[in-house]
């Protein structure tokens, strides 16, 4: 088991504010896990009961709607912390979270991290600042869902997924969504996300192999309304 105080990965997040004697309490506390692509990490309604910390790996949030279609919200990388919400708010999770790739978790108790909320201001205050800024990244997507179209949408994910996750070694990119998850993101259905798609490789901004995209012209993409 790694030791919190000695991973490079809590840098990335909020525990970076907490003190040493902080990690090594946490240490040893907390538990590794490895989740398998596909695999449920909590579903709406759980009690998640503490927090993850993803030491690697990609996870998709979704929210389901009325008419059971789910809506992807975010994508929780290597880096982040996952729960801290539902935590903070001490309510069950609003959120679905389901990895999209093999991942390694640390999980963190409740109790322990109860415990530094209220005696660390420092961290308080970075957990808060990091929910802002998630509040502020949800705002913006209402927006962009209300005025942009579907397409645009759309080709704002694959620029996304290129800039964030970079390609794999023969240039797809390295984050492979299924067609219902593209849909899923800009809030279509699966069909339009696929005749799109297919639109963007007869225009020659990506070509494909399978499940798998390469962007063939980045700059058409941007242009794309």
Do not use: W
Not at 35 to 52: L, P, Q, Y
Not at 117 to 127: A, S
Not at 169 to 174: C, E, I, K, P, V
């Amino acid at each position: 088991m790694s030791k919190c105080e000695q991973c490079i990965i809590r840098q990335f997040n909020s525990l970076k504010a907490l003190t040493r004697e902080e990690l090594v309490r946490i240490s040893g506390c907390k538990t590794s896990r490895i989740i398998k692509k596909g695999e449920v990490i909590f579903e709406e309604g759980d009690a998640v009961n503490g927090v993850f910390c993803v030491k690697d790996g990609v996870c998709k949030l979704s929210k389901l709607s009325s008419n059971g279609k789910d809506h992807i919200v975010k994508l929780v990388v290597k880096g982040d912390l996952l729960g801290q919400r539902s935590l903070v708010g001490e309510e069950s999770a609003n959120l679905s979270a389901v990895a999209l790739n093999d991942m390694e978790v640390c999980f963190i108790p409740k109790s322990e991290i109860m415990q530094d909320l209220q005696k660390n201001p420092k961290f308080t205050l970075d957990m808060l600042q990091q929910m802002a800024h998630d509040l502020k990244e949800s705002d913006n997507v209402i927006v962009d869902m209300a005025q942009k179209s579907v397409k645009n949408r759309l080709a704002d994910v694959l620029i996304y997924l290129n800039d964030h996750f970079g390609v794999d070694d023969d240039g797809f990119l390295a984050i492979n969504l299924s067609r219902e998850d593209y849909a899923n993101v800009v809030g279509t259905a699966t069909e339009s996300a696929i005749r799109i798609l297919s639109q963007f490789k007869k225009d020659g901004f990506i070509s494909t192999q399978g499940k798998q995209i390469k962007i063939e012209n980045l700059h058409k993409l941007k242009l794309i309304e």
